[in-house]
C-alpha cells in the first residue's frame, strides 16, 4: 500500500526559510509526477510546484523564484525548499503523488510564517 508522508513543515520568521520533504513508500512503480499543494481555511488547494519523473518543475506563480523543487528518483522523495517566506506563504501544504493511474495525498504539514 503506497504511503506519502511529509514533514519539515513548522515556524519561520518572515524572509526565513524552510525545507520540507516528501517520501512515497510501498511504490512499485515509479512515480509520473510529485508535488507540493497548499491550503489555508477558506480556500481551494493551490500548486506550489511540482516535478517530472523526467526533471520538469512547475511552479505556482505566487513562487516568483523563492522556491526550489528537488526529487530522488531512486527514493522516491522530493524535496520543496523555500526562501524568503512571507506570513502569506502560512498554511498547510500537501504532498501529492502521482503513480501510474492513481493519485497519493500525504495528510499535510503545518507551515506558519510569522514575528
Known amino acids: 500500500q503506497v504511503q506519502v508522508v511529509e514533514s519539515g513543515g513548522g515556524l519561520a520568521r518572515p524572509g526565513g526559510s524552510l525545507t520540507l520533504s516528501c517520501a512515497a513508500s510501498?511504490?512499485?512503480?515509479?512515480?509520473?509526477?510529485m508535488g507540493w499543494y497548499r491550503q489555508t481555511p477558506g480556500k481551494q488547494r493551490e500548486l506550489v510546484a511540482s516535478?517530472?519523473?523526467?526533471?520538469?518543475?512547475n511552479y505556482g506563480d505566487f513562487v516568483k523564484g523563492r522556491f526550489t523543487i528537488s526529487k530522488d528518483n531512486a527514493e522516491n522523495t522530493v524535496n520543496l525548499q523555500m526562501n524568503s517566506l512571507e506570513p502569506e506563504d502560512t498554511a498547510v501544504y500537501y504532498c501529492?503523488?502521482?503513480?501510474?493511474?492513481?493519485?497519493?495525498w500525504g495528510e499535510g504539514t503545518q507551515v506558519t510564517v510569522s514575528s
Open positions: 510501498g511504490v512499485v512503480f515509479r512515480f509520473n509526477q
Open positions: 516535478i517530472s519523473y523526467g526533471g520538469s518543475a
Open positions: 501529492k503523488a502521482d503513480i501510474l493511474m492513481s493519485t497519493y
